[in-house]
């Protein structure tokens, strides 16, 4: 059997029909793709065929290099389709299916699995073998993928009821595998569990270019969130110390790294290197919505304009490049393009890499003021120096496997603007100005190349990081933009992803072909994720807006997210739901990795609703989820640095800001930066704006306090106790900073808790 076409897609597969933008990648090759569903497995059985199911992502460069080399062969097409039922699985579209299996591959192979995905399954989707990219020809002792599905082929017809067997006894020792380490994970975690942590990551941590652990090098943010939170909870600790150093540094590193896209804004997915230079070119939404996060609290901590330059130019990347016209926000960018117009190979990184002689070409302006005895500076003398442009260029070839970086630079801060403005005898504002005009130069260059693919699937969870990191930068940094930004991915979400009727939220949302969304919605249900970041990003919202509605939607989902996936047996909540009959095994992440797990967060979510409802069963389900990873949390809990920040809230005395007075005013924008000034992670904000706000109609203690004609002030409450009403920046800032002691306040700014229950 050769390759298959489908009549009315245009000679084009199955894959043709579907709206994944991974799966319609795939739409013209020969093999007879099936999407996941009945159909895909009835044939499996009807017809007695193994099935073949291969799981990627739409801007996955090695799934690329594998669709190219494989997928794309009609020799390699004709033994599929004759002895396999072949799916293709979108794993942004169902991340439980590639968990399930995931799993399965990490369990046989002893790694950490990868994409693509390739899994042999019986026909009742049970594995039996798997593992991750082949190449078209043996290589460095890899078998070709050719050689593989042959052997299995004739594995099948020769053993097929040995195979089956060994099926149905991997099925089952994966769920008691998944069941015992369930049972075994309970533990009470203990306050020691912080210091682990913390000794854990400066075990790894690599002193002179920031990072964790060996290459590749991904920028790991919720690593940053627990530091930074240890450092809050004692800031002249010397642990607290150490922390923000290696939080620091790191983020500095990584800004200055060729991971970082000096020219375009934003960051690439991960480092090949530990120097931070050389990237996997890919850009991922998560990614740049984490990230800028951690560049808004290290401003916070350390009121330096360079982490807030690069909070503004992460998220100048997203509303530039990943902003759908609707209010939502794109998933990704690929890593490969086609390097000129009319070129038939794309290559990795060949958007953001440059020749020296194009710099040359585009840079050719004497720098004003640097002609002496017939010798000039120009700009692009500068600029690459700056950047470490070189000749020949400057990535070594052992992190160009395929090739497509040869006599190319990828550019990496080297040196800082006032040493360059010395390498040139000029002064550093000349300096900084050259190099602002050379980079927007080469912006508008490169506008002229081809682009990488833009996933345009609007997911549901990474739009709840992105109005977290929208909402935090606007908060922190006065900026009403931002703001609006956040809000308007809020209500994109609510508009189109929200079942008011169930309560339930949808995963995805893709553009359809003609330009509409209404008919690209996604038939699958959210996933735990999803909740919990969006509840997340909805508080955050809150605390900037004060607009009640958020923090109700936040609620609403928080009870859905309760019911979908909440274990009431071990605690803790399921990545998935139960709905599903062909997903064999139920998981619980246990490892924060580039994404955070939803339990981490969840935790986090719950803290802070208690904070704002006094309702017992948040601060409880908080606590079971902590006993649901507590061995891990006791042994090795750098691995759950999300959820050790989340543990670290639930020890500390958390100071409740409950805001009175009139908004819109000077007045109020001061009491705001007063208040965001200061890191305090151990907090909670409430606007009292009459007897009807939500949180006064949950807590009517409140009542008392609020004034909504009087000049803006801030209550702050903590430990048992009520400071103010104070519109004093300086008070403000001694009441939210843990050490030194706070200052001695007059009689009438301090009441006792019972004549104001905090929230």
């Not at 396999?84 to 579209?93: A, G, L, N, P, Q």
């Not at 923090?551 to 047996?569: C, K, M, N, R, Y």
Request: charge should be negative.
């Amino acid at each position: 059997m050769a390759s298959v076409t489908h009549a009315g897609n245009g000679g084009r597969n199955r894959l043709a029909t579907e709206i994944s933008p991974y799966l319609l990648q795939h739409a013209s090759n020969p093999v007879d793709w099936h999407p996941w569903g009945p159909a895909a497995f009835q044939k499996a059985k009807v017809e007695n065929k193994p099935i073949f199911l291969s799981v990627g992502y739409s801007t996955c460069h090695w799934c690329h290099v594998m669709e190219r080399e494989t997928f794309s062969k009609e020799s390699i097409a004709a033994i599929l389709n004759k002895h396999f039922v072949s799916i293709k699985v979108d794993r942004e579209e169902r991340p439980d299916i590639d968990r399930v299996y995931m799993t399965f591959l990490q369990a046989v192979n002893s790694s950490e699995g990868g994409w693509p995905m390739n899994v042999w399954l019986t026909p009742n989707l049970h594995p039996f073998h798997a593992g991750t990219y082949f190449p078209a020809q043996d290589k460095q002792g890899q078998r070709s993928f050719s050689a593989i599905i042959a052997e299995v082929a004739r594995q099948w017809e020769q053993n097929r009821d040995v195979i089956t067997a060994k099926g149905v006894e991997v099925m089952k020792s994966l769920n008691q595998n998944t069941l015992q380490t369930m049972q075994a994970a309970y533990a009470i975690p203990t306050p020691a569990c912080v210091a682990k942590c913390f000794e854990q990551l400066r075990d790894q941590f690599d002193v002179e270019n920031g990072g964790f652990g060996e290459v590749p090098k991904f920028s790991q943010p919720a690593t940053f969130d627990f530091l930074l939170r240890l450092y809050a909870s004692n800031p002249y600790s010397d642990s607290g110390q150490q922390a923000l150093t290696m939080t620091l540094l790191t983020l500095r590193k990584m800004a200055e790294g060729g991971v970082h896209d000096h020219i375009g804004n934003g960051f690439h997915r991960y480092s090949t290197d530990k120097f931070w230079h050389i990237p996997h070119f890919e850009k991922m939404l998560y990614d740049q919505a984490q990230l800028c996060v951690c560049y808004v609290e290290a401003y916070q901590i350390t009121k330096e304009t360079f982490y807030a330059d690069i909070a503004r130019d992460i998220l100048t990347y997203i509303a530039r490049d990943l902003c759908d016209p609707e209010g939502g926000f794109y998933s990704a960018e690929d890593a490969e393009s086609l390097p000129r117009i009319g070129d038939s190979q794309k290559r990795e990184g060949a958007f953001c890499v440059w020749r020296e002689a194009e710099i040359k070409q585009l840079l050719p302006q004497v720098v004003d003021g640097t002609c002496f005895a017939g010798r000039c500076v120009s700009f692009w003398e500068v600029f690459c120096h700056h950047y470490g442009v070189q000749a020949n260029g400057n990535v070594p070839s052992q992190h160009d496997s395929l090739g497509d970086l040869k006599q190319q630079n990828v550019l990496k801060v080297r040196c800082t603007v006032e040493e360059t403005a010395a390498h040139f005898n000029i002064m550093p504002d000349l300096a900084e100005k050259v190099l602002m005009q050379s980079r927007q130069v080469l912006l508008d260059a490169r506008r002229l190349r081809p682009r990488p693919h833009r996933d345009d699937k609007i997911v549901t969870g990474w739009n709840g990081l992105a109005i977290s990191a929208f909402a935090r930068a606007g908060q922190v940094l006065c900026d009403d933009d931002c703001v609006q930004r956040g809000i308007m991915a809020a209500r994109f979400i609510e508009n189109r992803m929200y079942d008011s009727s169930t309560g339930r939220l949808k995963r995805n949302s893709y553009r359809h072909s003609r330009g509409s969304r209404e008919l690209g919605i996604s038939t699958s249900d959210a996933f735990s994720p999803d909740y919990a970041y969006l509840i997340r990003g909805l508080m955050d919202l809150y605390e900037v807006t004060f607009d009640d509605h958020w923090l109700e939607f936040a609620i609403q989902l928080q009870d859905s997210f309760d019911v979908l996936f909440w274990d009431g047996v071990h605690g803790g909540y399921y990545d998935f739901a139960e709905a599903d009959p062909s997903v064999l095994l139920r998981l619980k992440e246990d490892q924060d990795g580039t994404e955070p797990t939803a339990s981490s967060v969840a935790a986090s979510n719950l803290l802070r609703l208690a904070e704002y409802t006094q309702n017992p069963v948040y601060s409880e389900r908080a606590r079971a989820t902590f006993s649901a990873f507590g061995q891990r949390l006791n042994n090795l809990p750098w691995l759950l640095p999300e959820m050790m920040s989340a543990y670290l809230f639930s020890t500390r005395p958390v100071v409740q800001l409950c805001i009175v007075g009139q908004r819109y005013s000077l007045e109020w924008l001061v009491l705001q930066n007063a208040i965001h000034g200061v890191y305090m992670p151990f907090k909670s904000i409430a606007y009292l704006a009459s007897p009807d706000a939500y949180v006064v109609r949950r807590l009517p203690q409140l009542a008392a306090l609020v004034d909504g004609f009087g000049p803006p002030k801030v209550f702050i409450c903590a430990e048992g106790s009520c400071h103010g009403p104070t519109n004093d920046a300086n008070i403000i800032a001694n009441l939210l900073t843990p050490s030194p002691p706070q200052p001695t306040m007059p009689n009438n700014y301090t009441f006792e808790l019972s004549s104001a229950v905090a929230m």
